[in-house]
């Protein structure tokens, strides 16, 4: 009886183990909703070459190169970023731009506190300005990590393998020659 008890209980863990290994199998292989770059309705454009980010570069501000040539700023990546079309490369950027722009808001409130005639304190003064350089600081590292992880978007977009039919003349009868490739180009 005790034997059977034990064999039952081995089973029972043999069973529970390869249900547990089966799940976080499923778990690992299973991709999230919205992330497209298992699938995409429109090919990458064969045109776009790789971001580079320049070593150095820090969470104030990266310079960046697109084709061997340096950009003046990150907005110069806006076109690459539209030809992609990715939703999440697109919804970086643009936050990014959001908080660009924020931080350019928030650097205006010492001058707007210095306009509006009313009783001024010098202490505000120094509490309105120092709080608006660590704002404008704090706006700028969000929206600079944002525009690296559209960067790294868009890069691994460009990994993906591309799967292509071409014809070409053949040298010496002149008649079409059919090949199908696989490019994994970067």
Request: zero cysteines; hydrophobic letters at 40%; glycine letters at 8%.
């Amino acid at each position: 009886m005790n034997a059977q008890k034990m064999t039952l209980t081995y089973r029972l863990i043999v069973i529970a183990s390869l249900f547990l290994l089966g799940h976080f199998t499923y778990a690992q292989q299973r991709r999230r909703a919205d992330d497209t770059s298992h699938y995409r309705t429109a090919p990458v454009p064969a045109h776009l070459m790789p971001i580079e980010r320049a070593a150095g570069s820090s969470a104030l501000g990266s310079v960046y190169f697109y084709g061997g040539k340096k950009l003046s700023s990150p907005y110069s990546l806006e076109i690459p970023f539209y030809e992609l079309n990715d939703p999440t490369v697109t919804h970086h950027f643009q936050t990014f731009r959001t908080m660009t722009t924020l931080g350019r808001l928030v650097g205006l409130a010492p001058l707007v506190y210095v306009l509006i005639p009313k009783n001024r304190n010098n202490g505000t003064y120094w509490t309105i300005f120092g709080s608006s350089v660590v704002a404008s600081l704090t706006f700028s590292i969000i929206g600079n990590s944002q525009v690296n992880k559209a960067v790294t978007r868009y890069n691994q977009m460009l990994l993906q393998p591309r799967v292509g039919l071409s014809v070409a003349p053949v040298p010496l009868t002149g008649q079409g020659a059919i090949g199908a490739g696989m490019a994994w180009s970067f």
